[in-house]
């Protein structure tokens, strides 16, 4: 099982948004009542993403932003049918390297009506603050 992580590129716009929509819809729709995706294939900013592929076929995306005093996973996004097989884990504890290796910690959030919390308390983030829509996720740096 060979996972690469590759920049996202235009011709990766549809991917991403029908990816978002399969992973996410189900979520939006019971916390919001509908789905509604804002961007199109011509106005998606692709800036930060990074396309998942697992023996050379894409099966998810990270988007990740890098701050000053820590790092915010805005997407991470692995396809239904690839879940559950190590590849979230393997990318969430590489970024979370990665920054660590430059001293920061990482932080994302969840939807509320998205079971994927209980993914990220067992890869040791912390819920750091709740809202009706999100739960606040921090990664501390580790100390040695």
Known sequence: MSIILRP???????????LEEECMRVYAEALWGDWNQSD???SLDIAGHEVIE???????CI??????DHIFI???YIAPAFQSRGIG??????????AAQQGLPTKLSVLTTNPADRFYKQ????LEAETLERRR????????
């Open 137 to 144: 996720f921090f990664k501390a740096v580790p100390t040695s």
């Open 8 to 18: 996202a590129t235009k011709s990766d716009a549809a991917y991403l948004l029908n």
């Open 89 to 98: 884990s393997y990318v969430l504890d590489t970024k979370s390297y990665q």
């Open 54 to 60: 697992l023996d050379g076929k894409p099966v998810g």
């Open 123 to 126: 890869a040791g983030f912390v």
């Open 40 to 42: 199109t294939v011509e």
């Open 63 to 68: 988007a990740v932003i890098w701050h000053e």
């Open 74 to 76: 805005e997407k991470l």
